[in-house]
């Protein structure tokens, strides 16, 4: 038990981590909704009542698409793209998908290389698309439900105006749906652009994320 | 495996999210007949009973700054007793279109209650209500 908690301690601390924030958004979220309840009329929610309601369920999935979206587009741009000095980055002359050598794909990889990959051919080729095929499946079915529990919400808000509900199309192209999802993209998008930078020239002792103390600013790649 | 478990675990909490996005509906046969009998109470000029289908701002907003009671100042909505032809309900609101007239409904402990209604469309804007709580 102790060596499995070892062994698996980002993940773990990551887990408990996404836990005790679903906790706490669900208990400032409830009290904030039933405030305006207050203000709108409506009926005061308990906490499972709110949890279960699309109010909870939109906020949730707006962070969680913007993350996969962060997450995807990170993982298929650093294949093109490269940042001269950053440990975010390959280094400059390893542009693209690289040989099936560099990778250990088919003949080139050694007993422990995952099955798939010792196969060859199209199990090689779908494994080795296999990190950003399933980001960008959860993005897109965490932004599937955003719109659903966002239109959700917004009807309920709608009503409680007096104003006609929208339906799924109509709320899909509308301002309060596409404000939503761009407030999380950017953020998302600055914090790759400020993690590419600052690791040019900032360092973390320890961390895989950094370079190593020593290295030099336009060394690029951690091991440099 | 651990693997294939964190993906089926993600997919079935979004799957629980765009359940929980649907709503929960209140039933929207109970929002329908509240908003018929509350036209019906105001044709049959019985304020008292539509006034007990008012919400508690609907029932203030109904007598204004006049010193009538709601059972008074509610008959002057105009109101035509019709068949309900649609009932759309999102979480605890609901929206009765009920003969010409549009009614707002909202759910509360006691069940479904009007909180606008004599409401009129405004392009761009909120209906307007002759009853607006």
Redesign the interface.
């Known amino acids: 038990m102790r060596r499995f908690v070892r062994d698996n301690g980002l993940t773990l601390a990551f887990l408990v981590l996404l836990v005790l924030a679903l906790v706490g958004q669900a208990f400032s979220g409830v009290a904030e909704f039933n405030h305006q309840q207050v203000v ?4 005061q929610l308990s906490l499972w ?1 709110y ?4 109010s ?3 906020d ?2 707006e962070n ?1 698409q913007s993350e996969y979206l962060q997450f995807a587009l990170y993982i298929l741009a650093t294949i093109w793209l490269v940042q001269r000095g950053s440990s975010e980055s390959k280094t400059l002359d390893d542009i693209g998908i690289q040989s099936d050598e560099a990778q250990k794909v088919g003949r080139y990889a050694t007993p422990r290389s995952p099955a798939w990959a010792r196969a060859g051919g199209w199990r090689a080729a779908l494994y080795g698309r296999s990190l950003g095929t ?1 980001m960008a499946f ?1 993005f897109f ?2 932004l ?2 955003q719109s ?6 917004y ?2 808000e ?8 929208v339906s799924w199309q109509r709320y899909a192209t509308s301002a309060e749906f596409w404000n939503r999802t761009t407030q999380n993209w950017q953020s998302e998008f600055l914090a790759v652009a400020s993690m590419a930078a600052f690791a040019i020239y900032l360092r973390q002792r320890g961390s895989p994320e950094s370079k190593l103390v020593g290295a030099a600013h336009d060394a690029t790649a951690q091991d440099s | 495996m651990r693997l294939m478990r964190l ?1 089926v675990s ?2 079935l909490l ?1 799957g629980a ?2 359940v ?5 509906s209140a039933g929207k046969h109970d929002a329908g007949d509240v908003a018929a009998r509350f036209v019906a109470a105001v044709s049959a000029r019985n304020g008292a009973a539509a006034c007990g289908l008012l ?3 609907a029932r203030e907003s109904v007598s204004g700054a006049t010193e009538a009671s709601c059972a008074e100042a509610v008959l002057n909505v105009d109101e035509h007793g019709s068949p309900v032809h649609r009932v ?1 309900v ?6 009765v279109r009920i003969g010409t007239d549009v009614v ?1 409904l ?4 006691m069940g479904w209650r009007v ?2 209604a004599g ?1 009129q ?1 405004q392009l761009g804007a ?2 307007k ?1 002759d009853v ?2």
């Not at chain 1, 949890?51 to 699309?54: D, L, P």
């Not at chain 1, 709608?158 to 509900?165: K, V």
């Not at chain 2, 929980?20 to 929960?24: E, H, L, P, R």
């Not at chain 2, 909202?106 to 402990?109: E, F, P, S, W, Y």
């Open positions: 709108d009329g409506g009926q009542q949890v279960s309601s699309s909870f369920a939109v949730v999935a969680w399933v959860f079915l965490s599937a439900a659903v529990a966002g239109q959700a919400a009807n309920v709608l009503l409680h105006q007096h104003e006609d509900p | 993906s993600v997919c979004l999210i765009v929980a996005g649907c709503g929960t919400t508690e701002q759309v999102w979480g605890d609101a609901a929206q707002f909202v759910h509360l402990r909180a606008a409401c469309p909120p209906y209500c607006d709580g």
